[in-house]
């Protein structure tokens, strides 16, 4: 305020005479706003509008629960940060951290964090495991880091980044796989020597990418798509429309899973025949989420609704889950992975009662 009022005043004054002023009363300390000023704070609140609506979830009140019921076997709490994504491997889980520039690695025999590794600016785009890496794209170098699972130590940094944060990595037996382009373009990697070795047309704004019943699997958010990609010659065998906006997906029980933002519905594909089965309500429109497949369900989780199970069996939801938490799901090691991306944790929980 007082700021300003001097540059009014000087407003006709010689230019060169304005100049001391400017430096003289910019360096001075900010005054206490005018009484009904709102607080910074309050302004940045404003800024950024009225709070999402709640999702719907499912309209069956006998699966519906509470997260307050819930009692983790285990609780990793990460010194600062947001855990987010994760990968499972045959003696650790791994979750990424993108304001510490790290993953962790958390210890399912001591239930314990092991390790915390620095990979590079803003990990993102999910993470994966093969040829004893673990691979992490990086959102802020625009890079892949390849980290030793052994030693826990960055082996190599690939400049080959994601096309979107919100999206996901593969590995087959022999190469790495990510979309690289929003273009629509999806990178085969090679692990022999760090670099590409085919890149395949998908869909312009393609995401997520999973292996899974003998391909590869791409959604396509913008175009209500899942492309299936032929890993033995490295082409589109089809473009199957499922429900809108899909962007995660997982496979298991003979088909192919997208959680599909558009209408919180889950679309479910026949790898066989490649046409959708079922469309199973939800209730999980909007942005986020991920999903997963094991111990006999197909898991999904967003924010307000971190845990949704799904029997394969009936394509109909056994639980779901309402309250704080929930950005990543996995399973291994017998349990449920979920991470609280807003508590700054991961919960490891028995899968009983889902």
Known sequence: MRLNKLL???????????????????????TAPAPGTPSPEAAMKKKKGPPRPPRPGVSDPAVKRQMSTL????????????????VVTENAVWVSNGPLN????MDPKTNMVA??????????AGLAEGFGSIWVPLCGDKALARVDKNTNAVTATLPIGPAES???IATTEDSVWLVTLPDGK?????PKTNEIVAQIDVPPGSATVISGEGAIWVTSPKSNMLTRVDPKTNKVTDSIEVGPGPRFVTSGAGSVWTLNQGDGTVSRVDAKTRKVVATIQVGLPGSGGEMAFGLGRVWATVFQIPITAIDPATNQVTTQWFGDGGDSIRTGHGT???SN??????????SKGF
Request: glycine letters at 10%; proline letters at 7%.
């Open 8 to 30: 009014q005043t000087a407003a006709g004054i010689w230019l060169g005479a304005s100049l001391p002023l400017l430096v003289m009363y910019g360096q001075q300390p900010e």
């Open 71 to 86: 009692t983790p076997t285990a609780v990793f709490q990460m010194s600062g940060g947001t855990p987010d994504w994760l």
């Open 102 to 105: 790290s993953i962790h690695r």
């Open 115 to 124: 390790a915390t590794v620095e990979v590079g600016k803003k990990p993102c």
């Open 166 to 168: 919100e999206s996901g």
């Open 186 to 190: 999806l990178s085969r990697i090679s």
């Open 336 to 338: 449920i992975w979920l």
């Open 341 to 350: 991306l807003r508590d700054h944790n991961v919960w490891r929980l028995n």
